[in-house]
Nanobody, 112 residues
Framework: QVQVVESGGGLVQPGGSLRLSCVAS????????MGWYRQAPGKQRDLVAS???????NYVDSVKGRFTISRDNAKNTVYLQMNSLKPEDTAVYYC??????WGQGTQVTVSS
């Protein structure tokens, strides 16, 4: 079983930035594809960004140019740098490891 823990959420004004972190347990992290998802109230959980074990990245169109996903295999950590945040980015953000293991989520609220 892989334990996944997200952190870094919070309240930020429109135009601001946040960096989310996700730590996955175990010694196989470098082989995992990792993804960040988000779920707004009353909506389904959708993929925001992903990064493969080889470092290839993919983004949903709505965050391209604003969000950056990266990973540090030495720290078993994947990051989501979020810039130029908009109210519509408000959601619970979840990390998924190895296409199977979910974290508990971290709330991001963008509001003035």
């Amino acid at each position: 079983q892989v334990q996944v823990v997200e952190s870094g959420g919070g309240l930020v004004q429109p135009g601001g930035s946040l960096r989310l972190s996700c730590v996955a347990s175990g010694n196989m992290f470098r082989f995992y594809n990792m993804g960040w998802y988000r779920q707004a109230p009353g909506k389904q959980r959708d993929l925001v960004a992903s990064i493969t074990s080889g470092g290839n990245t993919n983004y949903v169109d709505s965050v391209k140019g604003r969000f950056t996903i990266s990973r540090d295999n030495a720290k078993n950590t994947v990051y989501l740098q979020m810039n130029s945040l908009k109210p519509e980015d408000t959601a619970v953000y979840y990390c998924k490891a190895a296409s199977a293991f979910w974290g508990q989520g971290t709330q991001v609220t963008v509001s003035s």
